[in-house]
């Protein structure tokens, strides 16, 4: 009944890769009991915000009930994927998505991001008190304490560091692990869908769907031109994009430290591609920038270090994003 604590500790142990690995498949397979997604949801919050997580490897219950509710939305309301438990009654985060969006009108078309942010704030309220009644101690079980602590008073999640490490350098491969598993569990739960189908749409529900507010914030502080030629940015419609310095396809989340303003050629030849390093101390310097300016931006680079970014940079190429991009 490990879905029933309240307090979960770390065990303190060094783990190699291969245990990890282990943990990981037993966790993936029939032997860890699923009678919903909430496990690969958890997983899937976990890997967004990998680079939120404060030094001393701590991510608050706000952070990832934000993206568990995030997920789930845009599963259960925007992609129509209503069954997402075993049992003959919907799982306790389908029933409080359904209600809060009936209570409140929502249009079944808004995905997450479309959401007046006072009521995404209580959608995630709602959801944290899923979280700690069903999820947190679950995968806790899964894992035998070795990969997280957690405690429901004090609302603190904490990674293992070993498994922090392991996590970002094995990202791109965790990431399509989950959505694979995630995706063939959904299968089973919802007839007559096609699993590609389901890929593809379990792939895309962590994304947000507009960088608007990040692009104003950008524009004020910094001067209209594109971070990777210099050029003046047009003003017209659709000639400023704001982009994922490292790509979003590794990241899995939007944080600011990690976006830039780009002119539309730069953006579309960039792609899903790594800059080359001369720009990552380019961006570095950017992000002291933003880091001191007394307004939003600086809620925004919360937990920022420098090495975070480094790290993103490095871990990617490990991942296989190693085709170094720049402007011709």
């Known amino acids: 009944m490990s879905h029933k604590l309240k307090v979960g500790e770390l065990k303190e142990q060094y783990m190699t890769d291969e245990e990890i690995w282990r943990v990981f498949t037993v966790v993936l397979s029939s032997k860890s009991v699923k009678s919903s997604t909430y496990k690969y949801v958890l997983m899937k919050s976990i890997i967004e915000n990998l680079y939120q997580i404060n030094d001393q490897y701590e991510l608050t219950y706000n952070q990832l009930a934000y993206s568990f509710a995030k997920i789930y939305w845009n599963l259960v309301v925007h992609h129509n994927l209503v069954k997402q438990n075993r049992g003959p009654k919907n799982a ?27 009521l995404q704030l209580k959608l ?25 602590a957690f405690d429901h008073k004090l609302e603190v999640f904490r990674l293992h560091p070993v498994v922090h490490q392991f996590m970002l350098r094995y990202q791109r491969l965790l990431v399509n692990l989950v959505n694979y598993h995630m995706a063939v569990m959904i299968e089973e739960l919802n007839e007559n869908m096609n699993i590609n189908f389901l890929l593809n749409k379990v792939e895309s529900i962590a994304k947000r769907g507009s960088l608007k507010r990040f692009e104003t914030i950008l524009l004020s502080h910094f001067e209209n031109k594109c971070f ?10 659709g000639n400023i994009h704001v982009d994922h310095f490292i790509p979003w396809s590794f990241v899995q989340s939007d944080q600011i430290w990690n976006l830039v303003l780009a002119c539309r050629t730069c953006n ?22 933003l880091y001191h300016m007394p307004t939003e931006s600086t809620v925004l680079m919360e937990n920022y270090k420098d090495k975070k970014v480094i790290l993103l940079y490095d871990y990617s190429i490990e991942n296989g994003f190693d085709t170094l991009w720049a402007p011709r």
Do not use: W
Request: proline share 4%; glycine share 4%; with cysteine.
């Open 92 to 118: 306790r985060a389908v029933t409080v998505i359904q209600e809060f969006q009936q209570k409140h009108a929502i249009p079944s078309e808004f995905s997450f991001d479309k959401i007046q942010e006072t």
């Open 124 to 148: 995630v309220s709602f959801m944290k008190s899923v979280m700690k009644e069903n999820v947190f101690g679950a995968l806790y079980g899964d894992t035998r304490g070795q990969f997280y």
């Open 228 to 237: 990777y030629c210099g050029k003046r940015l047009s003003e017209r419609m």
């Open 268 to 289: 579309l030849s960039k792609s899903d591609k790594v800059p080359q390093r001369p720009f990552l101390d380019i961006i570095i310097d950017r992000n002291e920038q």
